[in-house]
């Protein structure tokens, strides 16, 4: 990127808010902050930030919930990453669930949050000039050109968030054959969130891709292995 990364940090913690303001501006970051997710909102209203550190943990509507309703608008592919107090692996679950992009637990090392930040933002990246080798996959009514990473249908372009559409790209590079939970991870830089949050995110992008998630025509579970990507008409 030529310009500083803008990152949005919102936390109900006034002197966290100000630590991460300082530390991400000395590594190289445009920073706002907001202590609330109403506070949030107003500020997506007048910025356009490349990435959301959020805390899952605030009063009135929490991370968990402020992540979804992103989804659902038009903040579907702003890359999210919770920070919560609660790690045990179910909250990871719900995080990923909800739609985030990464997860991490307080406390935590800000050096960590930084790579983490740096990852998702590069997995976001525009991505290179187009692959003419790279030949689009069909998928049903659904076409994934895996040079641009972009998901059209019918009415136009499918919205995925930056998890859903590392996970398809890192499928459709291989189409037919199966991919293991630990190569999806490394795609995903999700190397240590555990196979449950891998099956979420597959859970997620079937939803978008899948006329019956209960008996998936394209993506499908390898009993034992990992997953494939069956394209198809």
Do not use: C, W
């Amino acid at each position: 990127m030529n310009e500083e990364p803008h990152i949005l940090v919102v936390d109900d913690d006034a002197r966290l808010r100000a630590l991460l303001s300082r530390y991400l501006g000395e590594r190289g970051f445009r920073v706002t902050t907001a202590g609330n997710a109403a506070e949030a909102r107003a500020q997506l209203r007048s910025v356009s930030p490349d990435l959301m550190v959020l805390d899952v943990m605030m009063p009135g509507e929490n991370g968990l919930d402020l992540t979804a309703a992103l989804r659902a608008e038009r903040h579907a592919d702003l890359p999210v990453l919770l920070l919560t107090a609660r790690g045990a692996p179910e909250d990871r679950i719900a995080g990923f669930e909800a739609g985030a992009d990464d997860y991490l637990g307080k406390p935590f090392e800000p050096l960590e949050l930084v790579l983490r930040i740096r990852a998702m933002l590069r997995r976001a990246a525009p991505p290179a000039p187009p692959d003419p080798a790279a030949t689009p996959i069909r998928l049903g009514p659904l076409i994934f050109d895996p040079a641009r990473i972009e998901l059209r249908g019918p009415g136009g372009m499918v919205r995925l968030t930056g998890g859903e559409a590392a996970l398809l790209a890192a499928l459709a590079r291989l189409p037919n054959e199966v991919l293991s939970r630990e190569a999806i991870a490394a795609a995903l830089g999700m190397d240590d969130s555990g196979e449950r949050a891998i099956d979420v995110q597959v859970t997620r992008l079937r939803r978008k891709i899948e006329p019956d998630q209960r008996e998936p025509r394209f993506l499908h579970t390898v009993r034992g292995r990992g997953y494939m990507l069956k394209p198809g008409a």
